[in-house]
């Protein structure tokens, strides 16, 4: 693929405006905006500039080939050196297309992960809980912060529902194909016949959004408050510190409990209730931007099944992209997920430059 380079120039002149402009004194919102702005082409400024120096490299190396006062053995040289050359601008090259790739303006938020129990009864519960500690683990391992909102745990176990805040920085990014349903076979501890069970558990991963992304009408919230339910302390059934949210408008409904206070569990139920929105008017733009969602990782469609965990065999496969790894114990502990993760980004990088192209 030819890179456009009138819009390379146009990217190394938006950095040296920004760079220029935050010398000068701004107001605190132009100076965040600006630096916001100057992170994001941070990365793609410096891909340019290698690829460009490799490629001056080039043409003296050409030039050093071309003349006719260079002797045979620095010729000889010369013509490694740009063989070898080629073949790491080649590599920058690709580098630089997925860098030039339209950014989801949510990749670099914290994000809202939901586990929920689906079909398996109790084992679907314990395998909730086992999702819920891999992505704690890999969150550990990233240097994010995971603060559970609320849960409900199954009666032997694992939780029915588990929701959590998940912060730091580009956990959208990592976490954003990991949405859908997860499908579990192996032996349960109850089980006196050694029978596989399957049992299953869905996954939604939201990105986190700031009251600036979502703007959310007093006028269409119906708030509750109730006393705490299940276990929790001695306030619980004594003081009313449990929220419940209605947003009218899509039937968004957020309940909260987890905190003694009643003002930290409103702040929570709205965080929430503003991630739930801000989904669904992604979702919606998503859809209006493309008719054919087959050409992209899946369908992010979070009812399709889009992994298998097989602990008698070890095997853990993602169906999107016919991906099997026999490391099941290290991908559930959170250490291998990432080339998991990694798998579906190439994938759907590969996917956005093929359309590119077309």
Excluded: C
């Excluded at 399709?304 to 070890?314: K, L, V």
């Amino acid at each position: 693929m030819q890179l456009p380079q009138d819009k390379l120039d146009l990217i190394l002149r938006r950095h040296d405006e920004i760079s220029a402009r935050l010398s000068e004194n701004n107001d605190a919102t132009t100076f965040v905006a600006l630096s916001r702005e100057l992170a994001g082409l941070e990365d793609v400024t410096a891909a340019i500039r290698e690829y460009r120096t490799q490629a001056q490299e080039i043409v003296g190396l050409e030039a050093m080939i071309a003349d006719s006062a260079t002797d045979a053995e620095m010729r000889e040289m010369a013509d490694d050196e740009r063989r070898e050359g080629e073949a790491r601008l080649e590599a920058l090259s690709n580098q630089l297309q997925v860098a030039l790739l339209p950014k989801d303006a949510a990749d670099e938020k914290s994000a809202v992960l939901e586990i929920r129990a689906g079909s398996g009864g109790d084992e679907a519960a314990l395998f909730a809980g086992d999702l819920f500690r891999m992505y704690q683990r890999y969150a550990e391992l990233k240097g994010w912060r995971v603060e559970i909102v609320s849960a409900s745990e199954g009666t032997a176990g694992g939780f029915k529902e588990v929701i959590a805040e998940v912060e730091g920085s580009g956990v959208f990014a990592k976490l954003k194909f990991e949405s859908g349903v997860h499908r579990v076979q192996r032996v349960p501890d109850t089980e006196t016949q050694g029978r596989i069970h399957t049992s299953a558990a869905t996954v939604a991963v939201l990105p986190q959004a700031e009251e600036v992304d979502v703007d959310i009408n007093e006028a269409d919230l119906k708030i509750d408050t109730m006393r705490a339910q299940g276990a929790g302390g001695q306030h619980v059934n004594k003081t009313e510190s449990a929220i419940r949210i209605t947003h009218i408008p899509t039937g968004t409904i957020i309940f909260v409990q987890e905190e003694r206070s009643q003002h930290k569990n409103r702040a929570r139920a709205m965080a929430l209730l503003r991630a739930r929105i801000y989904d669904m008017e992604r979702q919606k733009l998503d859809a209006e931007r493309s008719a054919d969602r087959r050409s992209q990782v899946g369908s992010g469609d979070r009812s399709e099944r889009i992994r298998t965990y097989n602990f008698p065999q070890g095997r853990l496969t993602d169906h999107r992209i016919n991906l099997t790894l026999y490391k099941l114990d290290k991908v559930i502990a959170g250490e291998a997920l990432d080339e998991v993760i990694d798998a579906l980004t190439t994938e759907h990088q590969a996917a956005l430059l093929a359309a590119q192209s077309d």
